[in-house]
């Protein structure tokens, strides 16, 4: 039995992106706990493909008409709610089996610390002497509401590797546990402390995570397997929505390329199934283009015939790329440039604090059209004080460009100036589970409506752009039917909604039993993205092919 217990929660949701969500984290943590000569395993509640149809929580009953019914065009959203991964008895029971010295549970997003929280629960009423330790970047920011549940013992704050190796060392010894870096703790009195945020200097100290503890199977693409991996940690900006900024409590560090291809090689030796899909999760992954080009050279020398896939997932800043470096990583196996524009509006680029990104980000548009590669421009919607008709210009911005339309709904994230900025003038969210674009967290100058409505026009949009893909015309415009049948295939019938919304700007759904129905949007901002397109023309994103919006 291991000495030490590290848990990935189930969560709920509407959606799960499974490749996004390896526990490499804990992996890293398991690494510096085995070199310390601690036995460790981890218990992924994620490595599971049931998931299981959940009541929406109380605080979310708003959602009900956000998202009334179950939607079968391929301008869906989000339903119904659900349970992802193991359940919470299961992962209980699991842990009382082992007996461990230590319980670890991650809670990285606050949208799913009351999951991390019901867990913890469930693991004490089963293993009350088993004491328990929740980490993370929910964890670092909101320290306070994790010692608020009994059943949690301690919080880490901050980089866990120094942390929970020390705290695992006084538990085995039996030592006073006030010396731990970073370490949240009850007095005698049950006041609460809190600690300085410990952060590693040298990254390149850390031993390499123990991915043999993550279940691989179950994070396969296509029969072959992903690598998740950080090059660096921290950020070197200061966007308002962000909390992981220069001004907060972790510092932006980069690894050598050596430690980081070094990373891959024990990835790589894993097990026979080839790497299929390497994701880089870090916030800036090219902003010393030298650095890049060095990385992606090592990855060519591994792969030289059967490259995986590359994704940055968290994003690439526009102005950090050029286009040697574009045809370099196309050559290591991007596929799709993942960048991040935020807004194209002045006044809300200065709220956001963000340079206006549009030139490089049009820049960017034109190589990966040379390299043959996709990409998808993010656009936040939503946020405090942002005016939605701003959002509608930034969404045409996209719709006339060659990229997919990314809409990310704003949540105000712990430890980030705008969640500072809602708490003092009352627009905080009241209950961390909305705190997640699905959710709709905001009702301040873009109302939830809206916000949902921008959400609806992205998914028009890049069904449009599906259909300039296909080399195939724009429907004429045409009133919807009251039916469809809910055998047709997700084309046919996104053409007919969509010749619909050309006639009307009306956005529908369609119902299991094939009823055509209307979604619950703004009219003033449907009729405000159909005027601003008329006559223009619009591009796909993996063709050269363009069309003409109908007047």
Known sequence: MPDILLLQPPIRDFYLTRKRTQPYGLACLAACLRTAGF???IL???A??????????????HLRAAYPHMDLSPLALFYPFRHFGYSLDHMAQRVADASPLLVGISANFSAYAEEAMALARR???LCPQVPLVVGGHHATALPEALMAEPAVDFVICGEGEAALVALAT???QRSPSGEVPGLARRAADGAIHL???PVVADLEACPPPA???IDQRFYQRHGKRSIVITASRGCPFDCSYCCMTRKGPLPYRRRSVASVLAELDLGIALDKTPVGFIDFEDEHLTLDKAWCHALLEGIVARFAHMPPELRAMNGLYPPSLDRPLVAHMARAGFKQLNLALASTTPAQLRRFNRPDASAAFDRCLEWAAAEGLDAVGYLIVGALDQNPIDSVRDLVFLARRRVLAGISVFYPAPGSRDYARCRQRGHLPTSLRLLRSSALPMDHAT???????LMRLGRLTNFIKAVIDAGDELPVPSLCPAWVDPKLDRYRMGRVLLAGFLADQLVRGVDSDGRVYRQPVDPHLCRQFHEALRGRPLRGVSTAHACVYPN
């Open 39 to 41: 036995s460790v395993a």
């Open 44 to 46: 992924d509640g994620l």
């Open 48 to 61: 599971s493909r049931k998931s299981r149809i959940r009541p929406l929580p109380a605080e979310m009953q």
């Open 123 to 125: 693991v004490k009423s």
């Open 170 to 172: 006084a538990l085995k």
């Open 195 to 197: 600690p300085a945020v």
């Open 211 to 213: 991915l043999d503890l």
């Open 447 to 453: 109302r939830r409506r809206q916000s949902v409505t």
